[in-house]
């Protein structure tokens, strides 16, 4: 017996819209791209710095209360030129820190993110919580989070390398909605 419906009809359950030719092409996004794109997204590296014995690189991210904005965190990447552990944090606080500056990757952009950023080498204090912790071997690393972290007003997410003698770098990707 033939089927009565060689192709999928509108009223069954595959049915689809979309048609995927080259004049009228679908198109996917990340949501990291559509972030991108809107001029939400942001990057923020520590650079390469030298980390003495026993202590840390400390690279911190403070969504202030009342900020009206969530952080998703894309990506953590970086290095170390020792073995080392990543270690993603909620909370803490780092002693003696600078301010870095959040860059928007849509490159021209002028939107801001309305993170507080530090960085610094030492042990992290105060209170904490630890969400990852990784194991490094020298060399280059990545954590691809896809917005799995997601850093409302009111806390902080802290990333640390360490510890040991080394020079290592901590870069972070999120977006902010």
């Not at 033939?2 to 092409?25: D, K, R």
């Not at 993603?88 to 500056?101: D, E, K, N, P």
């Given at each position: 017996?033939?089927?009565?419906?060689?192709?999928n009809q509108?009223?069954?359950?595959?049915?689809?819209?979309?048609?995927?030719?080259f004049s009228?092409?679908g198109?996917?996004s990340?949501p990291e791209?559509g972030a991108?794109?809107?001029?939400?997204?942001?990057t923020l590296t520590?650079g390469?710095?030298?980390?003495?014995?026993?202590l840390?690189l400390?690279?911190?991210?403070?969504n202030?209360?009342?900020?009206g904005?969530?952080?998703y965190?894309?990506?953590i990447?970086?290095?170390t030129?020792?073995?080392?552990?990543?270690?993603v944090y909620?909370?803490?606080?780092?002693?003696?820190?600078?301010?870095?500056?959040?860059v928007n990757?849509?490159?021209?952009?002028?939107?801001a993110?309305v993170?507080?950023?530090?960085?610094?080498?030492?042990?992290?204090?105060?209170?904490?919580?630890s969400?990852?912790?990784?194991?490094l071997?020298a060399?280059?690393?990545?954590?691809?989070?896809?917005?799995?972290?997601?850093?409302p007003?009111g806390?902080?997410?802290t990333?640390?390398?360490?510890?040991?003698?080394?020079?290592?770098?901590i870069?972070?990707?999120w977006w902010?909605?």
């Amino acid at each position: 017996m033939t089927n009565s419906h060689v192709f999928n009809q509108s009223n069954g359950p595959l049915y689809t819209q979309l048609t995927n030719t080259f004049s009228a092409p679908g198109i996917e996004s990340t949501p990291e791209g559509g972030a991108a794109a809107a001029g939400s997204s942001f990057t923020l590296t520590t650079g390469s710095v030298s980390v003495g014995a026993g202590l840390n690189l400390l690279l911190q991210v403070v969504n202030a209360t009342g900020s009206g904005r969530t952080l998703y965190v894309s990506r953590i990447s970086g290095g170390t030129t020792a073995a080392a552990t990543l270690t993603v944090y909620s909370g803490g606080t780092i002693t003696g820190a600078t301010t870095t500056t959040p860059v928007n990757t849509l490159l021209g952009n002028a939107n801001a993110s309305v993170m507080t950023t530090r960085q610094n080498t030492g042990t992290l204090t105060g209170t904490f919580t630890s969400l990852v912790s990784i194991p490094l071997t020298a060399g280059i690393y990545m954590l691809n989070l896809n917005g799995s972290i997601i850093v409302p007003p009111g806390q902080t997410l802290t990333i640390s390398v360490g510890t040991g003698s080394q020079t290592a770098a901590i870069n972070l990707s999120w977006w902010e909605f």
